[in-house]
C-alpha cells in the first residue's frame, strides 16, 4: 500500500513546536521531510526540557519523527546556493521564523516563485497583517489573543491557558491542510501559492462558539451558563467554568477517590434525550413527573442543583464504573483520563494513536502517533533524526558531488 503523501518533497525550515507539527503530520502520510537547521544549533527544542543530558529531548523527538535532518546555513555564500537547489528540488517549503526571517536571508516569496513556481511557501505567524504582525509569538501567547483565555477558566477567577496546545499544534494542523488544499489545486494550476497561517487566526477559528456566544449576548443572557439565572452577564461572552458550551447541559462531578486521586472526576451530559435513564439511575425518578425538573428549559435555572444531585451518586462509584452504568442509557459521559492512564491504555497502543519508537541515543520513547486514519494508507511513526544525520545523502540527491560537498563542509555551510 502506497503512503498518500509518496513523492511530495518538503523544505522544513520550521522550529519549535507549531511548524514541526504541521511537518510531521505530512511526513507520517508519506511526504519527505527534510529539516534545514543551523550547522551546530538545529531546532532549539533539541535542547531544551532535557530528561537526559546531551540526548535530544522529548519535546523535539515528538514533534520530528519520520524527517531527515540536513544542517544548512542559509546565511552563508554557499548555504544559500545550496538552500537555492533544494527550493528547486522540493515541492513544499514550511517554515515559522519570526516575521521577515527567510526574507531577510534573500528568499522573498517573489525570489523563491522565480526559483521555483510550482513551490508551494507555507508560514505559521503570530498574528495576520495588522498592528502586531511584526511581533513574536508563542503558545499561551495565541491562546490569549484568540479567544481562548478570556473565556476559560472558572467564573469571577483568572483567565486560564488550557493544556491542550491549540495555539501551536493547532495552528500547525490548519496549516497542514492549506498546504494539502493548495498541493490538489496545483495539480489543476501547474503553479504552486502562498500559504499563511496566523495562530491567533487558528485559536479564534477553534474559539468559533465562543463569537456566537458574544453575538447571543445581545439578545440577552446565556442561559446555558452557570451565571444564569442569578449571576450578572457583563458586556463580553463570559468564562464558565466546565459548562459545556452547547445545547446540552454538562459538568464535571467528583467520584469515588477524589478526595486523594487529583482525576477521579467524570464530565457527565445531560442529554434531553437520555435525562429519564440518568434521573432513574442516580434515585431521581421523581424529577420524571415533577414540572419543576421534566423538560430541560425547566431545568436550566437549577443546573447547579441538578449537578450537585448527580455528584452525591457518581461519588459512590469509581469513573469507570460510572462510565459502565451510564454508556448503556445513552448518557454521554468522560471520565477524566490522565496522561499515565492515556500513555497505558492498551486500545491506544492497538490503534496506533500512541507509538512506541527506538532512538539510537535515548532507547525507546512514547509519542502520539498519526490521529488521523487513512484506510488504504497506513502511517508508520518512526523517530526523530539525529542533528544532520541525512546531511550528506541530502545533499548528493540535490545533485553535489563529494567534493562539493567537502567544499560546503570546510566552509561551514553545512
Ligand atoms: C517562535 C519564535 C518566537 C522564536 O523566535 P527566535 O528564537 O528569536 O527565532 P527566530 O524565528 O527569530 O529565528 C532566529 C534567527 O535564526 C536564523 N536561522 C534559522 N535557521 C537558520 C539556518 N539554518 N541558518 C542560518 N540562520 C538561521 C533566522 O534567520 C533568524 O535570524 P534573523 O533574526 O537574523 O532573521 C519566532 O520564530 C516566531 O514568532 N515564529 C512565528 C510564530 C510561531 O510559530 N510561534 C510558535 C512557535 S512554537
Not at 526540557?49 to 520530528?64: E, G
Request: net charge negative.
Amino acid at each position: 500500500m502506497s503512503k498518500a503523501l509518496e513523492g511530495v518533497k518538503i523544505l522544513d525550515m520550521t522550529h519549535v513546536q507549531s511548524g514541526p507539527t504541521c511537518t510531521q503530520l505530512l511526513a507520517w502520510f508519506g511526504a519527505d521531510c527534510i529539516k534545514v537547521e543551523r550547522p551546530g544549533v538545529g531546532d532549539a527544542t533539541r535542547g531544551q526540557l532535557q530528561d537526559i543530558p546531551d540526548v535530544d529531548s522529548l519535546y523535539f523527538t515528538m514533534l520530528n519523527g519520520n524527517k531527515r535532518s540536513l544542517t544548512l546555513n542559509t546565511k552563508s555564500d554557499d548555504g544559500k546556493a545550496i538552500f537555492t537547489k533544494l527550493i528547486e528540488h522540493c515541492d513544499v517549503m514550511v517554515e515559522n521564523f519570526a516575521p521577515g526571517a527567510l526574507d531577510r536571508m534573500g528568499f522573498t516569496w517573489e525570489r523563491i516563485q522565480e526559483i521555483n513556481p510550482r513551490m508551494i511557501y507555507a508560514s505559521v505567524k503570530g498574528f495576520g497583517p495588522g498592528p502586531y504582525e511584526d511581533c513574536k509569538v508563542y503558545e499561551n501567547v495565541a491562546q490569549c489573543t484568540g479567544g481562548s483565555a478570556s473565556t476559560t477558566g472558572e467564573i469571577g477567577s483568572v483567565p486560564l491557558v488550557t493544556g491542550a496546545q491549540i495555539g501551536d499544534s493547532g495552528t500547525g494542523l490548519h496549516l497542514a491542510l492549506g498546504i494539502v488544499t493548495a498541493l490538489f489545486h496545483r495539480t489543476v494550476s501547474g503553479k504552486g501559492q502562498r500559504v499563511t497561517c496566523a495562530m491567533q487566526d487558528g485559536v479564534l477559528n477553534l474559539c468559533r462558539v465562543k463569537l456566537r456566544d458574544q453575538q447571543r449576548l445581545a439578545h440577552g443572557p446565556l442561559t446555558e451558563y452557570p451565571q444564569y439565572p442569578n449571576g450578572e452577564f457583563g458586556e463580553a461572552a463570559p468564562r464558565a467554568g466546565n459548562a459545556s458550551g452547547g445545547g446540552q447541559p454538562g459538568w464535571i462531578v467528583k467520584c469515588k477517590g477524589w478526595e486523594t486521586d487529583p482525576d477521579a472526576y467524570i464530565y457527565v451530559i445531560t442529554q434531553a434525550a437520555a435525562f429519564a435513564g440518568l434521573a432513574k439511575a442516580i434515585g431521581h425518578e421523581d424529577w420524571l413527573e415533577d414540572p419543576e425538573w421534566n423538560t430541560p428549559a425547566a431545568r436550566l435555572p437549577r443546573l447547579e442543583q441538578m449537578f450537585d444531585e448527580i455528584e452525591k451518586w457518581t461519588m459512590t462509584k469509581n469513573k469507570f464504573e460510572v462510565m459502565d452504568i451510564l454508556n448503556p442509557l445513552n448518557v454521554p459521559c468522560g471520565p477524566i483520563l490522565s496522561m499515565k492512564e492515556l500513555a497505558e491504555e492498551p486500545s491506544l497502543r492497538d490503534t496506533g494513536t500512541i507509538v512506541e519508537v527506538d532512538h539510537p541515543e535515548r532507547g525507546k520513547y512514547l509519542t502520539v502517533g498519526n490521529p488521523v486514519k487513512l484506510s488504504d494508507s497506513p502511517a508508520d511513526v518512526a523517530r526523530s533524526p539525529l542533528l544532520g544525520e541525512h546531511t550528506d545523502e541530502i545533499l548528493r540527491e540535490i545533485g553535489l558531488s563529494a567534493d562539493d560537498i567537502a567544499a560546503s563542509k570546510s566552509a561551514g555551510a553545512v
